[in-house]
Every structure is written in structure tokens, then in C-alpha cells.
């Protein structure tokens, strides 16, 4: 199991780290996640509706360990923030596609 959150690790720290509005969930949602991204949460808290189960008041409340695909989102050309937050140069289209493919692989290795 650790092997594979290493991987999932290393893909996250190719994202780079952007400041958000403060409190915001604007682009929060039902996200999957791989099955050793969700052994690192400590407290799987039980949907109700269909909004993502982990947002709180004050935005993300598990933002350390939020899945992948809540770390790609405001950092690519077709994926940008409504707000304008982002990273000082962002990936384009291509790279995104590329973090995702292999994102999905790891999804795939991680059942
Ligand atoms: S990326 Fe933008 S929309 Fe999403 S939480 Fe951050 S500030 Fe809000
Ligand atoms: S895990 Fe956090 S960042 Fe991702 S959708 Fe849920 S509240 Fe938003």
C-alpha cells in the first residue's frame, strides 16, 4: 500500500501548490478517488447529497490529502480557476492530458 501512495506522491508534487480564495469550494464536487488516496484520510465521512462530503466551512477540510484530481484543477490552460487563482505558469492542454493518463494508471494498479 505504501507504494502506491508514494506514486501517487511523486504525481502530486508535479502540481505546482497555489493560494485559493479564502473559504472557497467553488470547483468542489463528487471526486474519485484511487483506493490508497483514500486510505490516507483519516475519517471517511458519509455523503449526503451529491456535493463532496469533506468540504467545510472554511473550504477543503482534508485539503492535505485531497485526491488528485482537486490538486490538477486551477492548473491547466483548460482547467483554469473562475477566480483567477493559479500557479504563475500553468500546464497546457497536453501536459494536463499526460498527468491524467498517468493518474489513471495508477487508478488502474491501485485496486
Ligand atoms: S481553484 Fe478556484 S474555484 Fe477552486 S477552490 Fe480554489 S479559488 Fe475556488
Ligand atoms: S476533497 Fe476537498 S478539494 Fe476535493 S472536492 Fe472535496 S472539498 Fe473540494
Known amino acids: 500500500m505504501s507504494g502506491m501512495v508514494d506514486k501517487y ?18 470547483c468542489c464536487g463528487p ?3 484511487g483506493k490508497s488516496e ?15 462530503p469533506y ?3 472554511g473550504g477543503c477540510s482534508i485539503y492535505e490529502v485531497r485526491p488528485f484530481l482537486c ?7 483548460d482547467l483554469k480557476c473562475p477566480h483567477g487563482c493559479g500557479p504563475e505558469k500553468l500546464f497546457d492542454v497536453s501536459e494536463g492530458k499526460t498527468m491524467l493518463a498517468y493518474y489513471k494508471i495508477l487508478m488502474r494498479e491501485d485496486r
Open 9 to 26: 506522491h511523486e504525481l502530486y508534487d508535479r502540481i505546482p501548490v497555489f493560494e485559493c480564495k479564502p473559504g472557497c469550494a467553488d
Open 38 to 52: 483514500y486510505a490516507k484520510i483519516p475519517e471517511p465521512v458519509l455523503a449526503e447529497g451529491i456535493g463532496c
Open 31 to 33: 471526486v474519485p478517488f
Open 55 to 57: 468540504i467545510g466551512d
Open 71 to 77: 490538486r490538477i484543477y486551477g492548473t491547466v490552460e
